[in-house]
């Protein structure tokens, strides 16, 4: 008992710090101070939900900057929103306003190709908006902010139900930032999704710079693009939950990005600090929870595409995050529909990132932009020499929980390779070995004990992954010593995956499996970015040889075009996948 006091003791005052710290950085941000953090909206979700907490003398550095205490969320909203003050023009656009002027400190440039009295800048922030706006509707399925028209006569809304966008000068390094409000009606998509009760709905609008000119490496119309897709997506986000974690909103935010401006590459100066810690968790804060967006790029391109985003946030409106954290409880229900887990996900992350590569060899490992991304993938913690005869370990104690590390093997010789928790369940640990073979096709095993015989590899990586669980960092051992012939996960390997024959095929491709225990075994086809298109076994087998055949077709009998596929056979503990090509 007094240890769990003494553990709630330190999460209060660490929770008190960060909110201290939050208040710190925006009173920092609105006094122009040039700080390195580019990112305020964060830290002003921390205050809009717990900043009647603060003490006297910081609410009241918050309140000269037009902060308002008197409603149950903290804002700069009341009588006159604080970001409205000295903007004397607005254009209404399909569902937005924005507000502007094109005199004093805050004006945006004058120039007006067409001569319609409507700055050019202001009609590129429109058609972005709409832009992203028509995309995360129509195209994603995702419901639109709340709209602000409830609010009472007391509190600005802007003149109008449009969703409001304020365009004026901000410090140095900030893109923008998204405003939270009021707690809304609880039913989104400006009042029109009476299916869904969204509990902790807040309403919020946008501030951007009134010129994004020399403010990185990327053009104005790229930073606007970025800005504009990351900042609006929050305003969506917490028209479903006002209380999800920040690291989820920040880590979908940012695969926002990706998704509508692809060509941009923004959040590529994220990840050099992501891989360079990978042990450091999935869900941590600060910089980290931007570079986090590559679990989201892993399983949309693997486990769901679009839609997955989309439930996850569904989800999240069920999960009361008010009350808990339910971030990984909404990936893992999202995941679940479409037979996966947020574990599963977690691991295939965690190969994915080692094996870092955009060719259709990497199979379900495979990211599309791999070849673009900054890394060539995460840090190495150790490297083995192993030696035949020759016992050794590896330990670590900086694993955090979601958190990933990753061991080298150099050998000539089969080595067998353990893994002990030294502080809890080995069930809370997962080991893979990554097999890369001469022919760049991949073998991973996951396992607690595992044999590898290098003949007829190429590279041995080991990852160990730190699954779902209460405890915040692992300690754990590795022990390497003498193996044997041929590699296995330290009991004879449970089936062997033939070559497929004909390959390339153009109508009919036959595989041969050979089961050596009773085991749950499930084949699948997947295509060249990681979808399943057709299953061709799921369920136990005896030990035996059977024979499967593929005809071309997906899950409906339709033909499928010419181009590289994989077969993949699963037992759960390990997994082989061969490609294969269909020309016709």
């Not at 979601?402 to 069930?427: A, H, M, R, W």
Request: hydrophobic share 35%; net charge negative; with cysteine.
């Amino acid at each position: 008992m007094k240890a769990l006091i003494t553990f709630l003791l330190i999460c209060f005052v660490a929770r008190a710090q960060d909110l201290t710290q939050s208040a710190n950085m925006v009173i920092n941000a609105f006094n122009n101070d040039n700080i390195k953090n580019n990112h305020i909206t964060p830290y002003l979700l921390e205050i809009a939900r717990n900043g009647h907490q603060l003490d006297s003398n910081i609410k009241a550095k918050l309140e000269e900057l037009g902060f308002n205490f008197n409603q149950s969320l903290v804002s700069r909203g009341g009588a006159k929103r604080s970001e409205s003050v000295g903007l004397d023009k607005f254009y209404d656009s399909g569902n937005f306003r924005i507000h502007y002027t094109t005199i004093g400190r805050n004006a945006v440039s004058g120039a007006d190709n067409n001569a319609n009295n409507i700055p050019d800048y202001i009609e590129n922030v429109s058609n972005i908006l709409n832009f992203v706006a028509q995309n995360i509707r129509d195209e994603m399925g995702f419901f639109l902010p709340p709209g602000d028209g409830h609010y009472s006569n007391e509190y600005d809304n802007g003149g109008s139900n449009h969703f409001d966008i304020y365009v004026r000068q901000l410090s140095s390094n900030y893109y923008g930032y998204t405003q939270f409000e009021q707690y809304a009606q609880g039913n989104g998509d400006n009042e029109n999704t009476s299916e869904i009760i969204e509990k902790n709905a807040i309403t919020s609008y946008l501030t951007i710079r009134n010129s994004y000119v020399n403010f990185n490496q990327n053009s104005e119309i790229e930073n606007i693009q970025v800005t504009i897709a990351h900042e609006y997506f929050h305003s969506v986000q917490i028209g479903y939950d006002g209380w999800e974690k920040v690291w989820l909103l920040e880590a979908t935010a940012a695969w926002m990005e990706d998704k509508l401006f692809d060509d941009v590459n923004d959040i590529y100066q994220y990840m050099k600090d992501w891989f360079r810690y990978p042990y450091r968790s999935l869900d941590d804060n600060g910089n980290h929870h931007y570079g986090s967006f590559i679990f989201f790029e892993y399983i949309e391109q693997h486990m769901g595409g679009k839609d997955l985003i989309r439930k996850i946030f569904e989800f999240s409106v069920q999960n009361d995050s008010y009350k808990k954290d339910g971030s990984h409880l909404a990936i893992n229900k999202a995941l679940n529909q479409n037979g996966y887990t947020f574990k599963q996900a977690l691991n295939a992350m965690s190969v994915a990132n080692l094996i870092m590569s955009s060719e259709s060899s990497a199979g379900i490992y495979r990211y599309q932009d791999a070849s673009e991304y900054p890394v060539d993938g995460p840090t190495i913690y150790k490297t083995i020499n192993f030696q035949l005869g020759v016992q050794s370990f590896v330990e670590s104690t900086r694993l955090n929980r979601f958190g990933s590390q990753y061991v080298k093997i150099i050998s000539k010789d089969p080595i067998l390779v353990d893994l002990k928790n030294i502080n809890g369940s080995n069930e809370d640990l997962q080991l893979n070995a990554i097999l890369k073979k001469n022919d760049h096709s991949y073998l991973v095993i996951s396992n607690q004990s595992i044999n590898i015989d290098p003949t007829d590899l190429k590279s041995i990586h080991l990852s160990i992954v730190s699954k779902d669980t209460l405890n915040p960092d692992w300690s754990y051992r590795l022990t390497f010593k003498d193996g044997k012939s041929g590699t296995d996960a330290n009991l004879p390997i449970s089936f062997n995956l033939s070559n497929p024959y004909p390959n390339p095929f153009n109508t009919d491709i036959s595989l041969s499996i050979t089961v050596l225990e009773e085991i749950s075994l499930k084949i699948d086809i997947f295509n060249v970015v990681g979808r399943r298109i057709k299953t061709l076994h799921q369920g136990r087998l005896s030990p035996a040889n059977y024979k499967y055949r593929w005809n071309a077709k997906d899950e409906s009998g339709d033909f499928v075009g010419s181009g590289v596929y994989f077969i993949k056979a699963d037992d759960g503990s390990n997994q082989e996948w061969i490609p294969i090509t269909l020309v016709k």
